[in-house]
């Protein structure tokens, strides 16, 4: 694994990337679409940084992270102010393919829907990070995390090409030097800060998916 140079890290704090998630609920527990866009650019950032051999995953994400900025970007960029906002404009509007992919393959519900499965993957590893042992193995928690939740999304050939990619993942010190917040123990306390935030947010995005059937769009 390639890692960064020491000056780059100067300008990496993996802290300032997830603080992006704490900005993302409005007062009304909305999720506000570019915080969390901004949030996955930081994760995605980070993934660089471990290696070219991460890079058809970050490749993927950057593409989904991409569509949605262009809707928010867009003639129709208020309606996706909020996660909330977008699935009640896509859906009022028949923007989404909500059976079978048809002249919607890309519509910002189904494109969020494949970060949103990504981010119950990034609350597990997270929970496993925070609390592992010295010589825990960030490889296997990654596995782990994947297994149980985005890996029965994806059909073989990804799990096989990302088991393999995990296996490249550099050991739980070499992970939080990448990381650049600071010892140890300051990265565990940064980990159980930013744990409830990315919960919150899964959550109430899964509650919104499910309250509208969305959960399976194709
Ligand atoms: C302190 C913890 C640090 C954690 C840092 C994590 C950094 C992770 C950054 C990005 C995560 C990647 C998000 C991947 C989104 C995948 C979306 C998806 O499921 N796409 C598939 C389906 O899309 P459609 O075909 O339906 O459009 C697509 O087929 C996926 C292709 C690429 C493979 C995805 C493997 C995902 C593995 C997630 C684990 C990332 C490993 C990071 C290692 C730290």
Redesign the pocket.
Known sequence: MAGPAASENQNFC?KDELDAFKLCLSPNKEVILEHYLAG?SG??K??NR?GNV?G???K??SS?IQILRNFLNGESGSEYFTVQSMVKYELENKLVDLKKAGSHPESGCRTLL??H??LR??EL??ER?RTSQEDGKTSAM?AES?NES?AQ??PWV?RK??GL??CM?PGRLAFFEV?NVGTPDQVVAM?GEALPVVTEVYQITQELYAKHDLLDIP
């Open positions: 993996f996955w994760l995605v980070f993934l471990l991460f058809f995953i970050s993927d994400a989904k494949r970060l499965r990504a993957w990034l590893f997270l990070l990654c994947y985005l999304f994806h990804v090409a990302a990619a995990f993942l990381m980990l």
